[in-house]
């Protein structure tokens, strides 16, 4: 390809993470965008959500989350760990936020991955257009979308938003067969974590043409101590995470009720 | 590959292996003082007679009278001690330390050993004939004045050979299996008689010759004396299946190591003699069986071919030979012991790899070997695999399997980078593929070379301490001289005087080196381990006195990263943004960046001044001790100063630092291992060999660090130095990736005598089956980019600490410490806080 242009497209990040082995194929590196459509209490990186550039206070001092860069300097990053992603069949993913706010950017990051020869992968809710969606398809190996509920009222409820338009576009990427899709639900307390729940989604998961796997992430904590650095209270309060026998039992069930491969974690 | 490929089922352990593991642990290791007694009888008879006549009767008469034992439930025999875990001493090396520690030894942090009032009285009696004689005290006298000093001065400790054997050698197991002990004596014999009468070595040759074959007898006596007692034993054992066994046994130790072994059972059982004489003739460590699933295979082979073996019992077998690694023990003097914390004798063996013809050499026994481990679960045989671009996945995945246990083993060698390397120092291309690893880490050709590995430690920090001081340590010259700090103008001018500063004590170092191989050639030939080495039975000359067909001289330098990381400080801060002044620096330095000190130095300090009054004939009273320890305690510095070398420090420590994959930080860390690299090849020691680099500290880093003051990288006074290649505990901080990254920068060809590689691993990126395959990957990546070796600790952070507070809960708890695995209860506090310190990888969010 001739054209490099898309190398000096600029978006904004509050995170590179290496050596991420849970989240798609091989050894990857995660680019997190910053900014996100909806506010889910349990979100474990809050200051993803804001699109602005903010300062968190960690072990008492204070850190810049949001940084503006071109797809060509987080590139540079990226291509240092080509030998693990080679040996793992691994690459790039990116998350957020919800990659899909930032567009030309995302689409442009996966460009650049194609480009190095690697897997890529997006960690999104679908919270866009779907042509928006459709134009960065080309780029993308594998998608994991969150789907949270079946319900939009309570969806509303502990997100900020409907999701309507996200299961749309699961049909419509589904249906497109550009892409492996593979759907990630957060196991929540309180929220989704019921055997009816937890399959209505796997039942929708199902329906969808070419979909053979689902993800279930139990909910943590870690992000606990991010909200206190941000000055904001932790909506989770003390709430406890599933316990392994529950999550293999929701696994269990899915897998028998369901013809999909059921994961516990990414 | 064998012929058919290779069967990688796992066999489930045996009841009989549980009940071995459980009664070697079931006292603490204890000193016995037989062939201390032996070795002096023996020596006292023969005096006048050549060295090595006198070191072959020596041997003969311990393997005579040392008592011997059977343990219950034993497949393989052959016991050092009467009780397990023992240890014998080697007066002939060394004995005043003992002597001086016998009140100490049982209670010391690292490796306590209980010793009786009677064993006590016994070692005194004879201990006393080796005063003048010992190998320390001749390499003593053969040393400058000023490497005596320098090593007074904490530059470099070559206390692992100064006071011992040396050991460091995988010999010919092979030899004695295929052709027994009787093949080796046969060559022997034929050389004899061709050793002309005009040659001029004529009486050097015959006694050596002849030294070698009254050793291999006695070898042979010794395992027929087991013969012996299996059979006086099988006699009176109740249990019919038990009586069996002893009488195999019985069989099996009267045929070999004297003859060829005709079956697996009687090869491991050869190999064990080998292993446990070799130790009892020489005292040294790290005597490593190397490739033991490549020169095993042919009878497993076989066996398995035949009907006469099943998998399940070869297992068995393996197990027991695993037990028995680690029923031998060694006493060292209190400072090593710490430098080599965890009782281990680095008895290094490796599975996998490529053949001599450069093959993938995986084959049954490579898993089983690394089952084995699983089994035992103890830290002996320090396993080790090699890995190459052919290397069968399925191995790999099983040694990630036993790595994810958290025991530290195998640790994983690079074949690619590896080889080369060792062809670049004039091995040829066969030897260099049928390389195996001595030790903790270093590449060795088995059979056929003294590589003198692991010849000293040397701390790279320290000369960096004498650019600041212009020599001076401790109110003395301690050091060459490089003038003033405030005299430097450039970056350039900086790193030339530590340049200077490194090829001094470098030359130092070499001059130590020299002074004990020629202490050990003279006093200490081994004429039984000689027989196991090519070409010294051809040559007509023992190994210590350049027998060997490779013969190298490997001291290890430690604190890379520290030392780039300083650079990079003086660099950037210094001379880039005048942030602070060389001899600002400097007085931080001295005054720990205005954190006060520990109890140690203020101890240190206040007998130091203590000496100094007492030599001007001045009286000391306790009270004025206790005050001098306050002042240090406390320092009392103005409050302006002291924010001052906090805030310097703060700059410092928000520097990039070497282990995070930026280029400019790897590229002064590749400059700084060159500092020590370099020079080294360039000296020769009196083998006839050259000296080569490696680059891994044991544990001595935490040591040795206790007696180097701060740094310029922020690191505080007496804190350990960054052990091996690895990145400064806690530095490396964009994941394991980018730590590799940083590593394979180095130019690990150019330390061939091997680089160590540590790293943390959190469970939780341990635990799927697909973790296990990213693992791999992260192996290979950092192999594919020229990486040496790799090792793995696989444990959270908060069961160490646990395990620190209750250590009765975790008598089994493994742990990697540098190229070994120790139990972690049996470290010392220090190098145990210095294992929790490591930077844990792959833990997230």
Known sequence: MDDHSYLNVKGRIFDIQRYSIHDGIGIRTIVFLKGCALRCRWCCNPESQSYDIETMTINGKPKVYGQDVTVREVMQTVRRDMPYYSRSSGGLTLSGGESLLQPEFAKALLQAGKALGVNTALESMGFAKYETIEMILPYLDNYLMDIKHMDPVKHKEWCGLENTLMKENARKIAAS????????????????????????????????????????????????????????????GDTERPSGDKMRGFKETIERLTSLYCQIGG | MG??????????????????????????????????????????????????????????????????????????????????????????????????????????????????????????????????????????????????????????????????????????YDRVIYEGLKGIMEQTADELKKVDVGDPNYGDKKRFLEAVIISCQAVIDYAKRYAKLAEEEAAKEKDEGRKQELLKIAK????????????????LQAFWFVQQTIQIESSGHSISPGRFDQYMYPLYEKDIEEGILTREYAQELLDCVWVKLNDLNKCRDAVSAEGFSGYSLFQNLIVGGQTKDGRDATNDLSFMCLDATKHVFLP??????????????????????????????????????????????????????????????????????????????????????????????????????????????????????????????????????????RAHAERCPLPFESALIDDCISKGVPLQQGGAHYNFTGPQGFGIANVADSLYTVKTLVFEQHRFTLKELARAMEMNYGQGFDETTAKEAALQAAKVMEAKGEEISPDFIASIIKKVLTMELPEEERKRYAEMRDMIIDLPHFGNDVDEVDEIAREAAYFYTRPLPEYRNPRGGIFQAGLYPVSANVPLGAQTGATPDGRLAHTPVADGVSPTSGYDLNGPTASCNSVARLDHADASNGTLFNMKIHPTAMSTDKDLEDFVSLVRGYFDQKGMHMQFNVVDRETLIDAQKHPEKYAGLVVRVAGYSALFTTLSKSLQDDIIRRTEQGLYR
């Open chain 1, 177 to 236: 067969g550009m892409t492996r899709l593979i759907i990630r639900v957060p196991v929540i307390p309180g929220f989704n974590d019921t055997e009816k729940e937890l399959l209505d989604i796997a039942r929708f998961a199902e329906s969808l043409q070419g979909v053979d796997e689902i993800d279930l992430l139990p909910y943590h904590n870690f992000g606990e101590g991010k909200y206190r650095g941000l000055g904001r209270d932790y909506p989770m």
């Open chain 2, 3 to 172: 012929k058919k490929g290779f069967d990688s089922t796992p066999v489930p352990k045996t009841e009989r292996i549980t009940g071995l593991v459980a009664d070697l642990f079931a006292k603490m290791p204890e000193i016995e003082p037989a062939r201390a007694e032996l070795i002096t009888e023996s020596f006292m008879s023969t005096e006048g007679l050549p060295i090595v006549t006198r070191k072959a009767l020596a041997f003969r008469h311990i393997l005579n009278g040392l008592p011997i034992v059977i343990r219950p439930g034993e497949l393989i025999v052959g016991s050092t001690t009467l009780a397990p875990r023992g240890c014998q001493t080697y007066p002939e090396f060394s004995y005043e330390w003992l002597e001086a520690e016998f009140d100490t030894v049982e209670h010391r942090t690292a490796d306590p050993f209980y010793i009786s009032d009677d064993t006590k009285r016994r070692l005194k009696k004879v201990n006393h004939y080796w005063k003048g004689k010992t190998t320390s005290e001749l390499a003593r006298s053969y040393m400058a004045p000023e490497t005596i000093r320098a090593m007074d001065h904490n530059f470099f400790t070559p206390g692992n050979y100064y006071y011992n054997g040396v050991g460091h050698v995988n010999v010919h």
């Open chain 2, 252 to 267: 099996t130790c009267s045929y070999v190591p004297e003859n060829p072994a005709r079956t697996f059972e009687e090869g």
């Open chain 2, 380 to 517: 002996q045989p320090s396993i080790s695999i090699r890995v190459w671009n052919g290397s069968a996945k399925e191995l790999l995945i099983r040694a990630a399997e036993v790595t994810r246990t958290g025991i530290g083993f195998p640790a994983y060698y690079n074949d690619e980078i590896i080889i080369p390397s060792m062809e670049n120092r004039g091995i040829g291309i066969e030897d260099a593929r049928n390389y195996a690893i001595i030790g903790c880490v270093e590449p060795h050709v088995p059979g056929k070379e003294d590589g003198w590995h692991d010849a000293a430690f040397f701390n790279m920090c320290r000369p960096l301490e004498m650019v600041f001081t212009n020599g001076v340590d401790n109110g003395e010259i301690a050091s060459i001289q490089t003038g003033d700090i405030d005299n430097i103008t450039s970056y350039e001018e900086f790193k030339a005087a530590y340049k200077k500063q490194m090829d001094y004590n470098i030359a130092l170092l070499v001059n130590a080196d020299n002074a004990i191989d």
